[in-house]
């Protein structure tokens, strides 16, 4: 679940960052998004990211939050890129959020094993 106070984090940075892909952390305890870290993408790219974010930002963690990339498209979809699908590295099997700069829609998934799994978004 994404709150609309968290959501909105997410689209004011994304339009920051146009036309680069924006990117950061979203922490979210017991599945709902609760803060947004913003990133910087070292790629400063529209068509791919590298996320730089504060060191601080990974302790999260350990206070007992789940942390998911997120990252915004340029383009209308939400669908990972197959840039994204190659690149998920240290992201495999933990929730991935893409926000379409074009349509405003935000979706999730979980990239395994190299294919995409939706995950639902309230």
């Known amino acids: 679940?994404?709150?609309a106070g968290v959501r909105s984090a997410l689209v004011e940075h994304a339009e920051a960052e146009s036309p680069n892909e924006a990117c950061g952390l979203i922490a979210f305890r017991d599945g709902v998004a609760e803060r947004y870290v913003p990133g910087r993408n070292r790629d400063a790219s529209p068509y791919r990211f590298d996320l730089d974010v504060d060191p601080?930002?990974?302790f999260l963690?350990?206070?007992g939050?789940?942390?998911a990339v997120f990252h915004?498209?340029?383009t209308p979809s939400v669908r990972p890129s197959r840039t994204?699908?190659?690149n998920?590295?240290?992201w495999a099997g933990r929730p991935y959020l893409i926000l379409s700069l074009e349509t405003n829609?935000?979706?999730a998934w979980r990239i395994e094993d190299g294919e995409p799994v939706e995950l639902p978004v309230d």
């Open 105 to 107: 829609e935000l979706a």
């Open 84 to 86: 994204d699908i190659e």
């Open 56 to 58: 601080e930002a990974w």
């Open 1 to 3: 679940m994404i709150p």
């Open 61 to 63: 963690e350990d206070e």
């Open 88 to 90: 998920v590295g240290l």
């Open 72 to 74: 915004s498209h340029p």
């Open 65 to 67: 939050y789940e942390l």
